[in-house]
């Protein structure tokens, strides 16, 4: 699947419901997070599935993923191989500190009707046909078009690993949409006890965002465990952990500023794995 397929494919899924309430999640599972000194590593699965963390719909292609070093610079992944309802890789944590891995997209998709007929912009969900058309974009809008509606549409899907002592120049962040800026170590979670993570908005506090989290394993319980969150005016979540174990956050929302031309309205989305470890 080629990049382009892959942003259509996670855009598709942030404008059709949130990800939070979606019977498909996408996320990266890594093996660990915690490891001792620089010759280890990490395998990563990812896929996009029913119950958390198990594989029964389809993989996360790779096309898109990315590996950031502790020192900010760009890393690799090796051994990546797709399966039917997985992708795993292999990252070589061979510097010491903290690293990301994940994938970050941006997208603008849409329709609008000539004649009465409506056309898409953005493309769709799935993989390229051959000798299909080149997907529409704004500029393909004609000037008779009508039921004209431009979304602007980014998600973050990231987790985070450490290789002997913790660092946090991964966490630096951009200052548009919506971002992650933890003040716990989200590799020093503790279960039992209380971690406070900042959402941004543009740099700002994301005041007032819901954050979904849930604890894998739905596949083996009868409720999901799902907890609905609210950062406060500081944009600070607070998040205490019943149990050790893998945990899912999500954060989604809409506003009206978006910055492409002729969108108006954006949608975000923001995804990490966590592990929350036994005292």
Same mark, same amino acid.
């Given at each position: 699947?080629?990049?382009?397929?892959?942003?259509?494919?996670?855009?598709?899924?942030?404008?059709?419901?949130?990800?939070?309430?979606?019977?498909?999640?996408?996320?990266?599972?890594?093996?660990?997070?915690?490891?001792?000194?620089?010759?280890?590593?990490?395998?990563?699965?990812?896929?996009?599935?029913?119950?958390?963390?198990?594989?029964?719909?389809?993989?996360?292609?790779?096309?898109?993923?990315?590996?950031?070093?502790?020192?900010?610079?760009?890393?690799?992944?090796?051994?990546?191989?797709?399966?039917?309802?997985?992708?795993?890789?292999?990252?070589?944590?061979?510097?010491?500190?903290?690293?990301?891995?994940?994938?970050?997209?941006?997208?603008?998709?849409?329709?609008?009707?000539?004649?009465? =007929?409506?056309?898409?912009? &953005? @493309?769709? %969900?799935?993989?390229?046909?051959?000798? !299909?058309?080149?997907?529409? #974009?704004? +500029? *393909?809008?004609?000037?008779?078009?009508?039921?004209?509606?431009?979304?602007?549409?980014?998600?973050?899907?990231?987790?985070?690993?450490?290789?002997?002592?913790?660092?946090?120049?991964?966490?630096?962040?951009?200052?548009?949409?919506?971002?992650?800026?933890?003040?716990?170590?989200?590799?020093?979670?503790?279960?039992?006890?209380?971690?406070?993570?900042?959402?941004?908005?543009?740099?700002?506090?994301?005041?007032?965002?819901? =954050?979904?989290?849930?604890? &894998? @394993?739905? %596949?083996?319980?009868?409720?999901?465990? !799902?907890?609905?969150?609210? #950062?406060? +005016? *500081?944009?600070?979540?607070?998040?205490?952990?019943?149990?050790?174990?893998?945990?899912?956050?999500?954060?989604?929302?809409?506003?009206?500023?978006?910055?492409?031309?002729?969108?108006?309205?954006?949608?975000?989305?923001?995804?990490?794995?966590?592990?929350?470890?036994?005292?």
């Amino acid at each position: 699947m080629k990049p382009f397929a892959i942003r259509m494919m996670v855009a598709a899924a942030l404008l059709s419901v949130p990800a939070a309430l979606s019977a498909h999640r996408m996320w990266l599972l890594p093996s660990a997070t915690v490891f001792s000194g620089t010759e280890g590593w990490v395998t990563v699965d990812a896929a996009v599935s029913n119950d958390l963390f198990f594989f029964d719909h389809q993989p996360l292609r790779l096309d898109g993923v990315k590996v950031w070093q502790p020192d900010g610079s760009e890393g690799i992944f090796q051994n990546g191989a797709t399966g039917r309802y997985r992708s795993v890789f292999d990252v070589k944590l061979d510097k010491p500190g903290t690293w990301k891995i994940g994938t970050q997209m941006s997208a603008v998709m849409g329709s609008f009707k000539v004649d009465g =007929v409506e056309k898409r912009i &953005g @493309g769709r %969900r799935g993989p390229p046909q051959p000798n !299909a058309p080149a997907p529409l #974009t704004i +500029a *393909d809008i004609p000037a008779n078009a009508t039921d004209v509606k431009i979304t602007e549409v980014s998600g973050r899907n990231e987790i985070f690993v450490t290789a002997g002592a913790p660092t946090t120049t991964v966490f630096k962040t951009t200052g548009k949409g919506l971002e992650f800026a933890p003040v716990t170590h989200p590799d020093e979670l503790v279960a039992g006890e209380t971690a406070s993570f900042r959402f941004l908005i543009d740099g700002q506090p994301a005041a007032g965002l819901k =954050v979904t989290v849930i604890p &894998g @394993g739905k %596949r083996y319980r009868n409720d999901e465990g !799902a907890r609905e969150l609210t #950062t406060g +005016a *500081d944009g600070m979540l607070r998040v205490s952990w019943p149990a050790a174990g893998m945990y899912w956050l999500n954060a989604t929302l809409t506003d009206t500023k978006a910055t492409s031309p002729r969108a108006t309205e954006r949608r975000m989305s923001y995804a990490t794995t966590l592990e929350v470890l036994t005292p």
